[in-house]
């Protein structure tokens, strides 16, 4: 029985309505395991009948097949779409042609992607790419998981977080029974209704599986439940259930009757005990929860024939799902057919941006890799240490680079070598291990040098005027970059063309010269090739660049586009340099409150390089400085702790600055003065920005300035220009501008210095200014603002408020513009800031948080002035 889900039917029959008038859903149905979403879905299909349907699912079996979904609905779809996947196109093709289908098919259609808990990165990219189109096609797009498996650093958890923000994608959440429906599916158990819910919370699966057997006194899991009804099974139906298992959740009749050759009433006897359903022309276990407890339970020696079987049965019917046929391999113990297998399904993860089964893909191949030779694992580990350095794992990257390096070393293969050590050297950089990186790439040149011209120089000559440029020595990587650039070009290697040319232009920028020209064609370049870890670094110093140069919204046009273009291929390293240079942003434009949310939620995430934390660290540790949170120390020390490890200039002085900044606000003026020196040591390695701001620091302590170019900004305020505060509110910066105003001599400047402060939250600098105006003999020193003032219960400011009460009424962040008259740009940050309060990813989640709260109206509440009227 489907109990108590006429909601959810009647709102996916609401949204069906508005797909066929051609504005297209993506439906985000969610719940935990065993709530009842698949009956759900199976149920509304059946209200449904004159629509198309197409299903995919994500299998828990094994490391899945980049777009397995995909590929089950294009067998269904047939078409372009079948023809794209069966000439393995690329991705962008492949997605391309899914949308030509379904806009092209006769009858409504309705795609049904399952258990995306289980999805690989590409699948979820599919997601991302069709949200983004959907508004005016045809289409409903169904997207069920579990809701209880999304724990933090889930792939799907940010996938969720973007499908939020699109106008087409709706929620529907699957909830447990309540205890009257308890109550209902228990009625003439014997079984009290109210022991029933407090057992299986009210979940449908947990439920069933107890009330199948009522005389099992009330078993602690579904998983003793399922036990016990496979223990009813007659033996020929246990065999084919264990077949079934190993097969996956979705089962193949005709793989099944060849591998366990079941009798018709074995195979009867599994669907009437409700563990396989007929699922069209095959059969599916109910809940995976089913299948995974059938398969655990299988001893070694029990499934490896089956394995074995099922992968000869695979090769002979020509299957090229390698990943599939490498799960099999490893479970029949063949070691041979491990490897070849799971290494094509590494490299065809690898291509179609689904790094982290890629990865997993490598892991596989070389737990199986004993007998292979020296070059062949070699190889294996070269491969498994670029997934792993994409995906920020630069531990365990440069544990299996250094591995590899040792068998061609071996092997005696210098150009190998050679490269391996370029790969190394960077790896060993994001680990904040400078001295460690040099010395790699300093051996790789000499290994390669005498080669002349080939790739392997070409790529480590990029790669060490990278290195130099980062180390501040600009004159050593602009030639380094211009030699390299020039064999790229003639040996025809876009990749290597763009990381050159992207140097370049850091290296313009950090001497003070024009450098966006030369930062968009090393875009350009990276993006046309389809060198998407070239284009992540683009983007990541386009962002670094704009930021330094104080230009906030080409920052943030960068991290925008950066952001999205890094997680539609898979590349977390440079999606986190995007998100740790936000913080930056953030810090920089005074929204400290986003800053720190993002900042902190950074550092939860569990592969992080320590080069991408520094920047947060530092950012994090200025804002609660200013704040007066003495916690500030802890990440300023683990930034001069990485800083000094890695020791680049550009960092070394932006965390001396900022641990004199805490010192000063505490009122350690000679531990201050101390750290600018530690800065100023570092200043023929500066760019513009970064010398400003310590030039500013050297006057604001009585100290002497710094030879060099600075920005125009910092320029202003060093010269007592009375319009330098101006200047930087222009720029967006608040809290330097309230600085240039706390550097004059005028006590009105002060004044105001003093209230921008308190605006900003930064209690700390607030009180040193106020010390300073009381030191001066200042009368009527403006005390700090009254606690009812800032009493919001979230922290929300009065702007913030207002569009929470809009997001309520459920509109647009255009239409909020529009009633709020303020840009869609200031709605997306207020937007930002408002999910960062209440802790929640998503605009339904808010406005079911501020509900629970009682924060709707909260503005009236507080001022007692009414809101808008809708």
């Not at 074995?266 to 929860?289: K, M, N, Q, Y």
Request: some cysteine; hydrophobic content about 45%.
């Amino acid at each position: 029985m489907l109990l108590e889900r006429e909601l959810q039917l009647a709102t996916l029959d609401e949204y069906a309505a508005q797909a066929r008038r051609g504005e297209g859903r993506l439906v985000l149905v969610s719940g935990e395991a065993g709530v009842g979403k698949s009956a759900l879905l199976e149920e509304f299909q059946r209200r449904q009948p004159a629509s198309a349907w197409y299903w995919g699912a994500c299998d828990g079996l094994f490391t899945p097949r980049p777009l397995g979904p995909l590929l089950d609905i294009a067998q269904q779809l047939g078409g372009s779409l079948r023809g794209a996947t069966d000439r393995v196109e690329s991705r962008e093709e492949i997605f391309r042609s899914l949308l030509a289908s379904v806009a092209a098919s006769p009858a409504p259609p309705v795609l049904v992607f399952e258990d995306v808990h289980w999805a690989d990165e590409a699948t979820l990219d599919l997601l991302r790419f069709l949200g983004k189109r959907m508004r005016t096609l045809p289409v409903l797009v169904l997207v069920s998981y579990r809701d209880d498996e999304i724990v933090p650093g889930h792939p799907l958890r940010r996938c969720l977080a973007q499908l939020a923000t699109e106008r087409s994608t709706r929620r529907v959440d699957v909830p447990r029974l309540t205890p009257a429906g308890v109550g209902v599916l228990a009625a003439g158990s014997g079984l009290s209704a109210d022991e029933l819910h407090h057992l299986t919370s009210g979940n449908p699966f947990f439920l069933t599986e107890v009330l199948r057997d009522p005389g099992n006194r009330l078993p602690a899991s579904a998983r003793e439940a399922v036990l016990g009804r496979i223990d009813g099974l007659s033996r020929p139906a246990r065999r084919a259930l264990d077949v079934a298992a190993l097969l996956g959740t979705r089962v193949d009749l005709s793989m099944l009757n060849e591998v366990a050759q079941p009798s018709p009433e074995a195979v009867d006897e599994l669907v009437d005990s409700g563990l396989l359903v007929p699922d069209g022309t095959g059969l599916r276990f109910r809940h995976e929860i089913t299948r995974r407890t059938v398969e655990d339970s299988l001893p070694p020696h029990r499934s490896a024939p089956l394995h074995g079987r099922i992968l000869a049965l695979l090769r002979a019917r020509d299957s090229d799902d390698d990943a599939r046929l490498a799960y099999h391999a490893e479970g029949a113990s063949d070691a041979a057919a491990v490897q070849a297998h799971a290494t094509l399904a590494a490299r065809r993860g690898a291509e179609l941006g689904a790094h982290r089964e890629a990865a997993a893909q490598y892991e596989r191949a070389l737990r199986w890799a004993g007998t292979a030779d020296d070059r062949a694992q070699a190889l294996l580990l070269d491969g498994l240490a670029t997934e792993y350095g994409v995906l920020d794992r630069w531990a365990d990257s440069m544990e299996a680079r250094e591995s590899a390096l040792e068998l061609w070393r071996a092997a005696g293969d210098l150009v190998r070598e050679g490269d391996g050590l370029r790969l190394l050297s960077v790896a060993f950089w994001r680990l904040c291990r400078g001295e460690e990186s040099a010395t790699a790439i300093g051996t790789a040149v000499a290994l390669l040098e005498p080669r002349g011209t080939c790739e392997e120089l070409a790529r480590t000559l990029s790669t060490a005027a990278s290195l130099s440029l980062d180390a501040g020595d600009a004159d050593t990587a602009q030639s380094l970059a211009r030699r390299a650039l020039a064999m790229a070009e003639q040996l025809g290697l876009p990749e290597v063309a763009s990381d050159a040319t992207n140097t370049l232009s850091c290296g313009e920028q950090l001497t003070g010269r024009p450098w966006l020209p030369s930062m968009e064609r090393a875009l350009e370049l990276a993006v046309v090739a389809g060198a998407t870890q070239s284009a992540g670094r683009a983007y990541a110093n386009l962002q670094a660049l704009a930021t330094a140069t104080l230009d906030f919204a080409l920052a943030q046009r960068a991290y925008d586009e950066g952001l999205e273009y890094c997680e539609a291929n898979d590349i977390p390293t440079y999606a986190n340099c995007l998100l740790g240079g936000q913080v930056v942003v953030l810090e920089s434009t005074g929204r400290y409150d986003e800053a720190v949310a993002l900042g902190l939620g950074r550092m939860a995430v569990t592969n992080l390089s320590p080069v991408n934390r520094l920047s947060t660290h530092i950012t994090l540790g200025k804002i609660l400085a200013r704040r007066g949170d003495p916690t500030a120390w802890e990440p300023l020390d683990t930034a001069l702790a990485d800083a000094e490890a890695l020791a680049e200039a550009q960092y070394l002085v932006l965390v001396h600055l900022a641990r004199a900044e805490a010192h000063w606000l505490e009122g350690d003026h000679d531990a201050a003065v101390e750290a600018v020196r530690l800065a100023a040591d570092t200043n023929d390695r500066l760019d513009p920005s970064a010398r400003g701001l310590l030039a500013t620091w050297l006057a604001r302590l009585g100290l002497a300035g710094v030879p060099g170019p600075i920005e125009p900004a910092y320029a202003a305020q060093l010269a007592g220009d009375a319009g330098a505060a101006r200047t930087w509110d222009e720029l967006g910066c608040p809290y330097d501008a309230a600085l240039a105003l706390l550097d004059t001599t005028d006590e009105d400047h002060w004044r105001e210095a003093v209230t921008r402060f308190d605006l900003l939250g930064a209690d700390a600098t607030a009180r040193t200014a106020r010390r300073r105006l009381r030191d001066a003999g200042v009368r009527g020193v403006p005390s700090g603002p009254r606690r009812t003032t800032r009493a919001h219960p979230q922290g929300l400011t009065r702007r913030e408020q207002e569009v929470l009460d809009e997001l309520a009424r459920d509109l647009t962040n255009e239409e909020i513009a529009a009633r709020l008259v303020i840009s869609t740009k200031t709605v997306d940050h207020h937007v930002s800031s408002v999910l960062a309060k209440l802790g929640v990813s998503n605009r339904r989640e808010a406005i079911t948080e501020a509900r629970r709260l009682d924060l709707l109206g909260a503005l009236a509440t507080q001022t007692g002035e009414p809101l808008a009227s809708t």
